[in-house]
């Protein structure tokens, strides 16, 4: 009887200390807490689990309770653009940018003018150098003239110049690049952009004019190097310019990173860069075969005919040296058949030339 009523005491102890008297005020359960009283804190049940729902392309795994998330999103799986479709995501068929376009320009005006020596067709503009004249031009797709710049200071016979208009790793920024002798035995390298507008000048001792220089823009990133041949392609440059800092980059900065095999079995040992250098374009002795080596000298694939990469990451590749395909940076086929001829290549950087019926055509293609 004793131990009863010792047990009923204790409980009503122990209502009297939950129970306090109030009605709970609960706060319904959440992933993070129990359902809870807010003045007692009496507790009820567990918390919630999460309810997660898989990260997405553009949304990191995420509770549709209480929104909290973890890790990232998966980002788009991108499919390049081609002809027919603009660049796409594999998994949920997001789009981006447009498809690539392929347009005929006329460019008949340049090509049947016989005092232009050589016209090179960049983003923007249309840089011309003429036979007889020290200037260069730019113009515009629709045929106006935007800038001149006079190459060869006047009364210096010793300056000359060179251009450099299909820069891939220089980004497109600069096109041309002059070069004027100084007395002293220095040499005043003056950088262009595709407006004309001068954007740097370096200058480096120990040139004479019987130096001539090349610029061979084969090198990692922003430097451009700068050699005494136009045969070797910068490997073994005399002077190698940073073009970010327009300073005089030590001979070796970038050097490591150019790629080096031997192309002694290539015509010319020809080596081409190519966008971001992830392949090199190479020629077989014989003609009979062009294509893409990798920075080990490995051969990636090989055609018929096979162009450097344009400004914006295409190339020309032929099976049968008639008909060429358009391919990206991955060699993946974006467009076919569109340049048919008995031969095409690009003119610069941005624009396709083919031969067709006697007749050349041009197409810009991004
Ligand atoms: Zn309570
Ligand atoms: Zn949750
Ligand atoms: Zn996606």
Redesign the pocket.
Known sequence: MKKLFMTMCLLAVAWMLTGCGHSHDWVEATCSEAKHCKTCGKIEGFPLQHNWKEA???EPKTCTLCGTTEGEA?????NKATFTEPKT??????TEGDKISCTEVNLSRFYDDSTIRQFACLEHTILCLYYNKDDVDFFDYDGKKVATVDIIPDGDTTAYYTDIADPPDLGNVIVLVTMVYEPNNTVVFSFYDEFGKIIGQVEAEGFVPEDKLYVRNYAEGHYLRINKTGYTRGYDAVLVIDTETMTVADNEAGFDSLRKFDGSQYKNSFLQATIGYKYDLVFGKDGSYAGYVDEYGNRVAMYKDASPFNYYGFALVSEDGKTYDVVDSDLKVVGKGVAKGSHSGWAGSSVLYTLQDGKIHFYSIK
């Open positions: 997405t392309c553009t998966k980002g788009h799986t991108w995501c594999a998994v949920c068929g997001a």
